[in-house]
């Protein structure tokens, strides 16, 4: 199937972080976006008017049916689901549930419909603790935390449903998402939100009165816990691209790890907030979080290889840049809805 400027894609999590920049992106390139969120983390102002806005559940198959039936839905990227690892080490249970069998209520209602693609939101959380420098796709997925089983657990099932339907899937393992849409047409805009850019753009900004550093003594250069940083508006794009490649080829299934290839610890991350926002933040040092590896860094090689995927954003001071700029839009934001309230 080829795309053509009609073809519909429900976006499930679509008022969220990164399925509202999927949302965009698929806008940008021509496609007609949908959205299903329950609301419960996401906005209705992250979804861009004209697009159908669903309120409502993933795990409902009903109103699936009826979605795809009404809107003539021909893929789905699937970005809803819980993502706060201590929180799942805390309470697995809602991590299996929201990720995992809801995801398996999706998959169902996808196969009734004839839906013949998939794209999954998955995580380098499922490779735990990697015995090698930068992760590709064939390192072994050995979670440490019910985040991670919850969505490798996904991942197997979309393996066997494709093996056993006419699916296809495309699997998309993040490393650390971060930034802005560099227009500022959406952000990161939870509230209490644990992501190490988004809390240091509030800090930055006087939201909070600084930063935790959650665990000093890492086997990493500086002590503290190494990630890879890809911007979310180059993930979204690398969305659309694998939704492409699916749709050419619908015998073939994807996997990518998707992230820079290049690591930064928490301090790095610090110094260039301070570099970018001129400020100099307060830093608590604070003891290691449950289930948190001390460094994880992508091999991007085999999407880089696969699609035309060239990443615009790959600079961490450009990055907290567009951070800091939609830190400032959310304020806005805010404050004309408390205004409106009142």
Request: net charge negative; charged share 20%; with cysteine.
């Amino acid at each position: 199937m080829s795309k053509t400027k009609t073809t519909t894609v429900l976006v499930t999590g679509g008022a969220g972080y990164i399925g509202s920049h999927a949302v965009l992106a698929l806008q940008d390139a021509g496609y007609r976006p949908v959205v299903i969120d329950n609301l419960s983390t996401g906005f209705r102002f992250a979804v861009p008017g004209g697009v159908p806005l669903y309120e409502g559940d993933i795990a409902d198959e009903a109103l699936l049916a009826r979605i795809f039936a009404d809107e003539d839905v021909a893929a789905i990227m699937h970005f809803a689901g819980s993502i706060i690892v201590p929180e799942s080490v805390a309470d697995p249970l809602k991590y299996y549930h929201n990720n995992t069998a809801k995801s398996r209520a999706l998959i169902a209602a996808a196969v009734a419909a004839g839906i013949a693609h998939i794209i999954f939101s998955s995580t380098a959380a499922t490779y735990g603790i990697p015995d090698v420098a930068a992760v590709n796709e064939h390192t072994p997925q050995r979670p440490i935390n019910p985040y991670g089983w919850s969505k490798l657990m996904t991942e197997q099932m979309l393996a066997d449903v494709a093996a056993a339907h006419p699916l296809n899937y495309g699997v998309l393992r993040y490393f650390n998402v971060a930034g802005a849409d560099p227009q500022a047409r959406s952000g990161q805009s939870t509230a209490g939100a644990t992501h190490l850019i988004k809390v240091a753009t509030e800090a930055a900004l006087g939201a909070r009165s600084g930063v935790s550093v959650f665990g000093t003594d890492y086997a990493t250069p500086d002590g503290t816990g190494v990630r890879d940083y890809i911007h979310v508006s180059d993930l979204a794009a690398a969305h659309v691209l694998v939704l492409e490649a699916l749709m050419a080829d619908p015998a073939r299934s994807l996997t990518f790890n998707c992230g820079y290839g290049r690591g930064f610890s928490v301090l790095e991350v610090l110094d260039a907030v301070d570099r970018v926002a001129g400020v100099t933040l307060a830093r608590r040092m604070e003891p290691r979080r449950a289930g948190d590896p001390d460094s994880l860094i992508s091999d991007p090689a085999r999407l880089m290889a696969s699609v035309p995927w060239q990443p615009q954003f790959a600079d961490l001071d450009v990055i907290i840049a567009h951070a800091l700029v939609w830190e400032r839009r959310l304020a806005e934001i805010r404050q004309a809805e408390a205004a409106e309230a009142n």
